[in-house]
T-cell receptor, first 113, second 113 residues
């Protein structure tokens, strides 16, 4: 089967750094994405890694190791507004250029004052 | 600004009713997706479409059908609603290029009684 494993919950304090891990086991792999979803809101795209290494976008960074089937999302200088659920997603190849995604079950991040 | 809209934010239906959930995107995207989101299960793909009148089953298509008559509109149909279809339904779209970024609508919380 296909699965993505993430911790269900993570708690951190304002100003700290937190890392959310994702390990995947999928039949195909064409990239690892991260999405953020605030309570009651729609998921929004954060980052994408197709190749090994670190991608940085402001306070957020995402890392991928294809040999380990592993990635993580790193959030720095945490703010209260970062409290949300974070989902990793693997791009699975359907055909042509369709980017079908397989999502993990999500990590609920709680940022405390 | 990109936009995906869904016909209803909240919907209450009775068991056995036929239910239509509508999704419209204004980004001229080729791909459209329907997910359901349940606590602890993440986002699960129901159906997707990569072109007008084209559809493919996702991971949990049973009890659902879809229709895509126009590029901007993707409908999810519950032929005979059941209580186990009570869930949050999310529509998303993506371009055929652009990799892993999907744009999500605000969701429809469907309750079947």
């Amino acid at each position: 089967g296909q699965s993505l494993e993430q911790p269900s919950e993570v708690t951190a304090v304002e100003g700290a750094i937190v890392q959310i891990n994702c390990t995947y086991q999928t039949s195909g792999f064409y990239g690892l994405s991260w999405y953020q979803q605030h309570d009651g809101g729609a998921p929004t795209f954060l980052s994408y890694n197709a190749l090994d290494g670190l991608e940085e976008t402001g306070r957020f960074s995402s890392f991928l190791s294809r040999s380990d089937s592993y990635g993580y999302l790193l959030l720095q200088e945490l703010q209260m507004k970062d409290s949300a659920s974070y989902f990793c997603a693997v791009r699975d190849f359907y055909g042509g250029a369709t980017n079908k995604l397989i999502f993990g079950t999500g990590t609920l991040l709680a940022v405390q004052p | 600004d990109v936009k995906v809209t869904q016909s209803s934010r909240y919907l209450v239906k009775r068991t056995g009713e036929k239910v239509f959930l509508e999704c419209v995107q204004d980004m001229d995207h080729e791909n459209m997706f329907w997910y359901r989101q349940d606590p602890g299960l993440g986002l699960r793909l129901i159906y997707f479409s990569y072109d007008v009148k084209m559809k493919e089953k996702g991971d949990i298509p049973e009890g659902y059908s879809v229709s895509r008559e126009k590029k901007e509109r993707f409908s999810l149909i519950l032929e005979s609603a059941s209580t186990n279809q009570t869930s949050m339904y999310l529509c998303a779209s993506s371009a055929s290029t652009g990799g892993n970024e999907q744009y999500f609508g605000p969701g429809t919380r469907l309750t079947v009684t």
